[in-house]
């Protein structure tokens, strides 16, 4: 009867440790708006290695655009027991259901790049969006300093947007004010879609008679719209453009003088800070507070904002192609 016993409780050891080694496993379910686009690609490559290598396991979700299906995508993820969140939303308002529903299970949320306001956020990952509006606006007066400006900033629905007119502006005002810049167009987007880029290239050169010298514009999936346009017009090549995301595309086009420069956002950093972060909330461990906060309309929400940097000829090979974004042999 004694072995027995000992042998039972062997067992009940047994179990407790398996069940413990089990939970150790720290489950991230990864919520993308969409992947639509080459570098949301990149980036869930980027965070689910990230998450792998620090031991934790990654269940994903795409939304397709459908801010409502995402909602429902995380409220099945809090179910089936994931331990941590990281989203990219679709939009920033309705959004905030997902971290209202997380946290009835205390499972805590990252937003990834795009911010999700009025909500008790846990914290945000992102490129710095005033800095990349300010490198864009600074390069481009600084090779265009007098001429007609137009501004395609980015989908009204994503924070981010807000935040490049900010960077933007920060530079251009005074110049504005001089006199030697002309904001002939400025306008938000209903999407970063090529769609909106030749929609409103068109409305700039119909309400400008063609006359255009820099046309700045959020995203390099918005810029393939506004080539598109001008390639129509007859115009590619001769107005300068600047966006951002370092698109392989868009780099060849720079290589071929039909665009001026781009922002490369460093998704390398992002996504491992993302993984550490998630791991580190998850197992409620603490955060080196190295961190500043950002204001999502409710809190201020630690943040993690990571410098961008602007992409032009000169200097493709020590930006992208030195950190393996791109490879030489694709982009010439």
Not at 62 to 89: C, H, P, T
């Amino acid at each position: 009867m004694k072995n027995r016993n000992v042998f039972l409780a062997c067992v009940l050891l047994a179990i407790v440790a398996f069940q413990s080694c089990q939970k150790s496993t720290v489950k991230v379910g990864l919520l993308m708006h969409s992947l639509d686009h080459e570098r949301w690609e990149r980036d869930k490559s980027l965070i689910t290695d990230n998450i792998e290598k620090l031991g934790g396991e990654v269940i994903f979700r795409d939304a397709d655009n459908d801010q409502a299906k995402q909602n429902r995508q995380a409220k099945d993820l809090i179910e089936q027991g994931v331990d941590v969140l990281i989203v990219v939303s679709s939009n920033q308002n309705e959004a905030a259901e997902i971290i209202e529903a997380a946290h009835r299970e205390e499972v805590k949320v990252i937003a990834y790049d795009r911010l999700i306001r009025n909500c008790d956020l846990d914290f945000y990952i992102t490129t710095n969006s005033v800095r990349v509006g300010e490198l864009q606006a600074e390069y481009m007066t600084s090779i265009v300093p007098t001429g007609k400006y137009a501004l395609i900033i980015g989908n009204e629905n994503d924070n981010n947007a807000l935040l490049l007119f900010i960077g933007q502006m920060n530079e251009l005002q005074e110049k504005v004010e001089s006199g030697d810049i002309q904001i002939v167009y400025s306008e938000y987007t209903s999407s970063w879609t090529p769609e909106e880029g030749y929609r409103c290239t068109n409305e700039i050169l119909a309400q400008n008679d063609s006359s255009i010298d820099v046309i700045i514009a959020g995203s390099d999936e918005i810029a393939y719209g506004v080539h598109r346009a001008l390639n129509e017009a007859g115009l590619l090549g001769k107005v300068k453009i600047v966006s951002q995301d370092a698109d392989l595309e868009i780099i060849k086009e720079i290589v071929k003088g039909n665009h001026t420069a781009t922002i490369y956002k460093p998704l390398g950093d992002m996504s491992k800070k993302a993984a550490e972060v998630a791991i580190k909330l998850a197992k409620e461990e603490t955060i080196e507070k190295d961190y500043t906060t950002v204001s999502n309309g409710k809190r201020l929400v630690p943040a993690y904002l990571l410098e961008p940097i602007l992409v032009n000829n000169d200097n493709i090979s020590s930006t992208v192609v030195a950190d393996g974004y791109h490879q030489t042999e694709e982009i010439y």
